[in-house]
């Protein structure tokens, strides 16, 4: 079992097609992220402390740290994110219709984002502990063309949405917005926006879905290693005014990720199986369910 109670910062408390040549991310796990100094892993599993320590003494730092679980915490979703005989993560089906969608009862996710915002990427980072589940990465915008469902064992289904804006399927509205409207059970939108050139035309205007739709959403910054602290930081504050001014059924917490240096993706996850449904946070801020009661 994991034991990270030695860093005084710490809060108390295993699609398409194997690959045998696929290789597992070198931080995949908590486990492999222990050899790494203190500090490090701090910025790996919370990486906003990497780049609030940079912000005016005037701005308000809680909106950012609300969802704060502990490692333990984190440690157990994890092991919701690892393939076994009886909890089995696999690719389901891909739809281009909401009639072509499979009929499931347990808890749905989906991600949406523009197209080149590192989707992709950060769904594989997601299943890195499962190198059997394949999510297949394309350098050229609009690889997505369908919905793609991968069911996570009973627990939860998550589903990759196909990218908006630049190189977009057609027939994109027809496709995703009776999903965000009549899927009953889709417990959380997560929409991704670039860290590293901010909110696009594009990006306003799936937010402006989202918000129509009322459906819960969570925004997820990507890429935050393709640029200096200087201006993430004035795209988080961006995205902050965003979220507080423009939105009501928006978290009001970015998650910050980079699917290459694996940052925030354990946090992520932790977030996904708590709204989901599958543990039961022992230590947190805000239990961000109670945002949408």
Not at 207 to 223: I, S
Not at 260 to 278: E, M, P
Request: some cysteine; hydrophobic content about 40%.
């Amino acid at each position: 079992m994991l034991c990270l109670r030695w860093h005084p910062w710490l809060r108390p408390a295993d699609a398409l097609c194997v690959f045998s040549h696929q290789r597992v991310h070198k931080l995949a796990s908590l486990q492999d992220a222990r050899t790494l100094p203190p500090n490090k892993i701090k910025r790996l599993l919370y990486p906003f402390t990497d780049v609030g320590a940079y912000l005016d003494s005037s701005v308000d730092r809680s909106q950012f740290q609300l969802f704060h679980p502990s490692v333990e915490d984190i440690e157990k979703a994890e092991k919701l994110f690892c393939s076994s005989p009886s909890h089995k993560i696999d690719y389901c089906v891909s739809a281009e219709r909401m009639d072509h969608a499979p009929t499931l009862r347990q808890p749905e996710v989906c991600f949406i984002g523009r197209s080149n915002v590192g989707k992709s990427s950060l769904i594989k980072a997601l299943f890195s502990l499962c190198p059997n589940v394949e999510v297949r990465i394309s350098k050229k915008p609009g690889h997505t063309k369908k919905m793609n469902f991968f069911k996570v064992g009973r627990a939860f289904t998550l589903v990759d949405m196909p990218g908006y804006g630049h190189k977009a399927p057609q027939d994109f509205v027809e496709m995703v917005e009776p999903y965000l409207h009549d899927r009953k059970n889709l417990v959380r939108t997560f929409l991704l926006v670039d860290g590293s050139v901010g909110l696009q035309k594009f990006d306003r205007i799936a937010l402006e879905m989202c918000e129509e739709m009322r459906c819960p959403y969570v925004m997820v910054v990507t890429k935050i290693d393709k640029c200096g602290r200087g201006p993430l930081l004035t795209n988080l504050l961006n995205f902050q005014g965003v979220l507080n001014s423009q939105t009501t059924s928006c978290y009001p917490q970015p998650f910050l990720v980079s699917s290459l240096h694996f940052s925030g993706i354990y946090l992520l996850r932790c977030f996904i199986a708590h709204v989901t449904g599958k543990i039961q946070l022992t230590d947190t801020s805000t239990d961000p369910d109670h945002l949408f009661a």
